[in-house]
């Protein structure tokens, strides 16, 4: 069983409309959460990263939270663009061996 | 562009065949990192190489190898290709050995026929 969980699996929205995608993990301790957008065919991007100690972290219209005791984190889409479009992957790493888990990733299409 | 260059991007090619995918990491990045994404999957990590040494091993198969060269570039050798083996093969790198910021390629997209 992976020990990250994201959902949805898919969404689609509408231009302009906001959306949350979740994160549930297993991974404990870990060291620090972040997130990635990947387009189509394409390498991932890191849009935050945020240690145990941080609860929310910004990056433009992008919003990731974390609560730790519930090991789960979200990431907020503001005013959604047709660039938002893309898989979104939740990634926790450990402190020990800072070995990575990926989530399987959220897949967002934003339509005009 | 994230700095990291891999090669070819493009790979098409028969089972039981060999190939060899290379990456070039940032300039002054120590560690490269090799992941696996086949389709509608999450990425696998396979193994991380820090300055020239195997750092950490994933869940890479007996029939791939990989290694890294004084320039720090990095080869993932693939042998004895099977149908599965099919996938984009990101490439990332970053400053120290301890999983920092991660800098991915684009990928290079293998088909096994």
């Known amino acids: 069983k992976n020990q990250v969980e994201q959902s949805p699996q898919s969404l689609i929205i509408l231009e302009g409309k906001n959306c949350t995608l979740q994160?549930?993990?297993?991974?404990?301790?870990?060291?620090?959460l972040r997130w990635y957008k990947q387009d189509t065919g394409r390498g991932p991007v890191s849009l935050t990263i945020?240690?145990?100690?941080?609860n929310t972290k910004s990056n433009g219209r992008y919003t990731a939270t974390l609560d730790a005791d519930t090991k789960q984190s979200s990431l907020h889409i503001t005013a959604s663009q047709l660039s938002d479009s893309a898989s979104y992957i939740c990634v926790v790493i450990t402190p020990n061996d800072y070995k990575l888990s990926f989530g399987a990733g959220t897949t967002v299409t934003v339509r005009a | 562009d994230s700095g990291v260059t891999q090669t070819p991007k493009h790979l098409i090619t028969a089972t039981g065949q060999r190939v060899t995918l290379r990456c070039s990491p940032r300039s002054g990045d120590l560690s490269v990192y090799w992941y696996q994404q086949s389709l509608d999957q999450g990425l696998q990590f396979l193994i991380q190489?820090?300055?020239?040494?195997?750092?950490a091993k994933g869940n890479i198969l007996e029939r791939f190898s990989a290694q890294q060269f004084p320039d720090l570039h990095s080869e993932l050798n693939l042998s004895s290709l099977e149908l599965g083996d099919s996938a984009l093969y990101f490439c990332a790198s970053s400053a120290g050995s301890h999983t920092g910021e991660l800098f991915f390629g684009e990928g290079s997209r293998l088909t096994v026929l």
């Open positions: 945020m240690t145990f100690s941080e």
């Open positions: 190489y820090y300055n020239g040494e195997e750092r």
């Open positions: 994160c549930n993990y297993t991974v404990s301790p870990f060291s620090n």
